[in-house]
């Protein structure tokens, strides 16, 4: 029996669930001595991913070694993030935020825009 992700991911350009696990005293989902996103980046993006976590509707792009944090593509009425789902309150996909994430994938700016890079490190890679 396949046991569900620790912390699940899911895969925006080809909807694959994954494990974030991965690094620090437990390595659950290692794949040729990588993270699961590591290794999937590679076999889907060419090195790029864009995953979702799905318990805190944050996003985390992967994309030459670098790992960046990007804010939620979701939110409340009043336009606030909930990052991690705790308020109980619905939340809509803001349609402004997923284009300038779109805009992002079809000009590959991921390693130019600056709110990418200020939350940018390279230590993840190997480890998710």
Not at 12 to 38: I, S, Y
Not at 71 to 83: C, I, K, T, V
């Amino acid at each position: 029996s396949t046991k569900p992700p620790e912390i699940p991911v899911l895969c925006l350009l080809c909807g694959e669930l994954l494990c974030a696990q991965g690094g620090g005293v437990v390595r659950c989902c290692t794949m040729d001595n990588m993270g699961e996103c590591a290794a999937h980046s590679l076999k889907c993006g060419g090195g790029q991913g864009i995953y979702l976590f799905t318990k805190r509707t944050t996003l985390f792009v992967m994309r030459n070694k670098r790992f960046s944090e990007l804010p939620s593509l979701y939110l409340d009425a009043h336009g606030e993030q909930d990052r991690e789902l705790r308020r109980g309150r619905p939340l809509f996909l803001s349609r402004s935020r997923y284009q300038e994430l779109l805009q992002m994938v079809v000009r590959g700016s991921f390693d130019h825009d600056t709110r990418v890079l200020q939350n940018t490190s390279r230590n993840h890679w190997v480890d998710w």
